[in-house]
């Protein structure tokens, strides 16, 4: 669905569901492993060229298991073989609605922003004429404060706030 305005509710009935389904998956993939990035670096990868080399090598390992070394796992290879194949059916699913609820996420945070910023441009606005405001203001107005940058020697420059100066 392309981006438009996002108006939807989320109950949180459907969001332990959500979680529920998810506990789930979990539990059927607890083999599940975390590479760091130097890892993945030295792995295969495998792409659909290899894919048809590895299940044509599994084929000819199963025909002609005695040139096979007894160390071999012919079972081992055939499971894994199994195993990326039942994998790489779920993934696309699993990562098209990772991408989708990413970009729901962007949206519907966008959205947030803008109302809650019109929000603090109003009550900035209000302030001028309403006690009572200004620390609402000055709450809501520490999203936008920058802290202090350092000078290229690492010492912080000092805030000069001097309502004599032109600038």
Do not use: W
């Amino acid at each position: 669905m392309p981006y438009q305005n996002i108006s939807a509710v989320l109950s949180a009935a459907d969001v332990q569901a959500i979680k529920d389904a998810l506990t789930t998956i979990n539990s059927k993939l607890p083999f599940l492993v975390t590479l760091t990035p130097q890892e993945k670096k030295k792995l295969f990868k495998l792409g659909d060229k290899s894919l048809s080399f590895v299940q044509d090598a599994l084929t000819a390992a199963q025909d002609h298991p005695e040139i096979l070394p007894s160390t071999f796992n012919v079972a081992e290879f055939a499971k894994d073989v199994a195993l990326f194949t039942a994998l790489s059916e779920i993934l696309p699913l699993l990562q098209g609605r990772v991408e989708a609820v990413l970009d729901t996420t962007t949206g519907v945070g966008n959205e947030c922003m803008r109302a809650g910023t019109q929000f603090y441009d109003l009550l900035k606005a209000a302030a001028k004429t309403t006690p009572g405001l200004d620390t609402l203001v000055a709450q809501l107005g520490a999203r936008f404060q920058r802290p202090p940058q350092p000078d290229p020697a690492g010492a912080a420059r000092p805030i000069i706030s001097d309502s004599r100066l032109p600038f």
